[in-house]
Nanobody, 119 residues
Framework: QVQLVESGGGLVQPGGSLRLSCAAS????????MGWYRQAPGKQRELVAT???????VYADSVKGRFTVSRDNAKNTVYLQMNSLKSEDTAVYYC?????????????WGQGTQVTVSS
């Protein structure tokens, strides 16, 4: 069982930046993707950004050009650099690790970290 531990959330003013980190408790290998989802009050959880083991990235349209997802495979860690933050980015951000096999897909989630963008 993989555990994911997030850090880096907090309160920031509009236009500011934050960097989230998520470390996996064990080595990650094989076909996989790591990334971030978020959930605002009263809304469904949504994809923010992911990066595959091959280095391909996917971003939500709302964060393109402002957020950057990256990973350090040696440290089993994924990062989310968030710039030009807006009030609508306020949410709980969840780290995700998705492992794929021939027949199944397994999702692992972190506990979530709060990001609040407010003046």
């Amino acid at each position: 069982q993989v555990q994911l531990v997030e850090s880096g959330g907090g309160l920031v003013q509009p236009g500011g930046s934050l960097r989230l980190s998520c470390a996996a408790s064990k080595s990650i290998s094989g076909i996989n993707a790591m990334g971030w989802y978020r959930q605002a009050p009263g809304k469904q959880r949504e994809l923010v950004a992911t990066v595959t083991s091959g280095g391909s990235t996917v971003y939500a349209d709302s964060v393109k050009g402002r957020f950057t997802v990256s990973r350090d495979n040696a440290k089993n860690t994924v990062y989310l650099q968030m710039n030009s933050l807006k009030s609508e980015d306020t949410a709980v951000y969840y780290c995700n690790y998705r492992r794929s096999t021939i027949s199944s897909v397994y999702d692992y989630w972190g506990q979530g970290t709060q990001v609040t963008v407010s003046s």
